[in-house]
């Protein structure tokens, strides 16, 4: 299939790590947030998701992390799998007011 | 299936011809967007439908791209006089309401322009 974001930064972790990706975003109004994780080939898939009334989310082997002094939300992975090879999107978006404004994306590769 | 699904799942076309790429929203979903990714690129934003409001087109790059949404479920968009620079994957997504829910996509046309 399609490569997707053949130039975007990457992270390589050994599998069975954990992973930590970063997404600073750019509105402070911004008020909900999402994570995508995209394989390639494949729309975005929604991996899970954050208001801004919490800092913290977790779901399954994942937590999402919201820093709304600096602005910046991070997805946590734990135990790090192959099947976890794909590009991950942060999304923010303003209720009421605006779409949703995409992150430029972090490829995630996982290492034997 | 129960997601949302676009057609084709791939088109090539020569420059200055007209496409139509159709985009199938998840039953109940009352709104819809359309979204460009071009390769090394997130996604650009094009064009969004909710329910019977006026849809927001802020984002369709020029006049040669427009959309429509019938009934208010299935929607195409149409780009008029392809260039080379259309050459992209075209995703949609719909969600329950506008706010505060997550987008669910489908897996995008890939358009290539030669």
């Known amino acids: 299939g399609e490569s997707v974001g053949l130039h975007l930064p990457t992270l390589s972790v050994q599998e069975g790590d954990n992973s930590i990706i970063n997404c600073a975003y750019s509105?402070?109004?911004?008020?909900?947030f999402i994570w995508y994780k995209q394989e390639s080939g494949k729309g975005p898939q929604f991996i899970i998701d954050?208001?801004?009334?919490?800092d913290k989310r977790q779901g399954q082997r994942v937590t999402v992390l919201l820093n709304k002094t600096v602005k910046h939300l991070s997805l946590q992975i734990a135990a790090t799998q192959p099947g976890d090879s794909a590009v991950y999107f942060c999304?923010?978006?303003?209720?009421?007011?605006?779409?949703?404004?995409f992150g430029p994306g972090t490829r995630l590769s996982v290492l034997p | 299936g129960a997601g949302v699904s676009q057609s084709p799942s791939n088109k090539v076309t020569e420059k200055g011809k007209d496409v139509e790429l159709r985009c199938d929203p998840i039953?109940?979903?009352?709104?819809l967007y359309w979204y460009r990714q071009s390769l090394g690129q997130g996604l650009e934003f094009l064009i969004y439908f909710q329910g019977n409001s006026a849809p927001d087109k802020s984002g369709l790059p020029s006049d040669r791209f427009s959309a429509e949404r019938t009934g208010g479920s299935v929607s195409t968009l149409t780009i008029q006089r392809t260039q080379q620079e259309d050459s992209a994957v075209y995703l949609c997504?719909?969600?329950?309401?506008?706010?505060?829910?997550?987008?669910?996509f489908g897996d995008g046309t890939r358009l290539s322009i030669l």
């Open positions: 999304a923010e978006m303003v209720n009421y007011g605006q779409n949703f404004v």
């Open positions: 954050i208001r801004s009334n919490m």
């Open positions: 039953s109940g979903h009352t709104a």
């Open positions: 509105n402070s109004a911004s008020d909900y």
């Open positions: 997504a719909s969600s329950l309401i506008r706010s505060n829910q997550p987008q669910h």
